[in-house]
Nanobody, 127 residues
Framework: HVQLIESGGGLVQPGGSLKLSCAAS????????MGWFREAPGKAREEIAC????????VFMDSLKGRVTISRGDAQIMMYLQIVDLTPEDTATYYC????????????????????WGQGTQVTVSA
């Protein structure tokens, strides 16, 4: 069993940058995938970026590629999401998620599922 807690959100000016953190309650060597999602008011939740054991690297949403980076800490407790050149369209609640069950699907693919979610952290981009 594991708990995930996001932090680092807040009010940011357009053009600024932000680094979000996701802290797991324990070391997670068995994790299959971890990802970052966001949900804006009136819009569907969307996956931004993820790290998958099968992929062996990171995967990014096409529309955000080049503006976001995702990484894990060596202790396998922390996960980070960095966003640069923020715009008001980036305003959303951001969530981290983890999957501990081997899946036929790779993160970012339709059909892939996460079993654990954080409570979310609010990011507001406004002048």
């Amino acid at each position: 069993h594991v708990q995930l807690i996001e932090s680092g959100g807040g009010l940011v000016q357009p053009g600024g940058s932000l680094k979000l953190s996701c802290a797991a309650s324990r070391v997670t060597p068995e994790v299959q995938a971890m990802g970052w999602f966001r949900e804006a008011p009136g819009k569907a939740r969307e996956e931004i970026a993820c790290i998958d054991r099968k992929a062996g690297s990171t995967v990014f949403m096409d529309s955000l590629k080049g503006r976001v980076t995702i990484s894990r800490g060596d202790a396998q407790i922390m996960m980070y999401l960095q966003i640069v050149d923020l715009t008001p369209e980036d305003t959303a609640t951001y969530y981290c998620a983890a999957n501990f069950i081997p899946s036929h699907y790779t993160c970012m693919e339709a059909g892939h599922q996460y079993g654990y979610w954080g409570q979310g952290t609010q990011v507001t981009v406004s002048a």
